[in-house]
Nanobody, 117 residues
Framework: QVQLVESGGGLVQAGGSLRLSCAAS????????VAWYRQAPGKQRELVAKITRGGMTSLADPVKGRFTISRDNAKNTVYLQMNSLKPEDTGVYCCNAVADRWSNNYWGQGTQVTVSS
């Protein structure tokens, strides 16, 4: 089992920055991928960024050049640094972990990000 707790969301003006954190606990050694998803009101959930066990990262096209995903292994935490925020970045951001050989999915409770124009 893996537990994920997100933090760092909030209200920010367009052009501002936020850093989201996803703290993992439990069977951390079994995690293969950690990803950030977001869901805006009335829209489907979309993948924003992910980082693999080996440290490879990928970002969705709408956030390339503005967002960065990173991790601190000592703190068992994955970060999503969000710069140059736009109103369309508004949504609930959730942390997801894919773990163990069965690729079980674990989710955090989500954190709200609101970008005002």
């Amino acid at each position: 089992q893996v537990q994920l707790v997100e933090s760092g969301g909030g209200l920010v003006q367009a052009g501002g920055s936020l850093r989201l954190s996803c703290a993992a606990s439990g069977s951390i050694f079994s995690i293969n991928v950690v990803a950030w998803y977001r869901q805006a009101p009335g829209k489907q959930r979309e993948l924003v960024a992910k980082i693999t066990r080996g440290g490879m990262t990928s970002l969705a096209d709408p956030v390339k050049g503005r967002f960065t995903i990173s991790r601190d292994n000592a703190k068992n935490t994955v970060y999503l640094q969000m710069n140059s925020l736009k109103p369309e970045d508004t949504g609930v951001y959730c942390c997801n972990a894919v773990a163990d050989r069965w690729s079980n999915n674990y989710w955090g409770q989500g954190t709200q990000v609101t970008v005002s124009s």
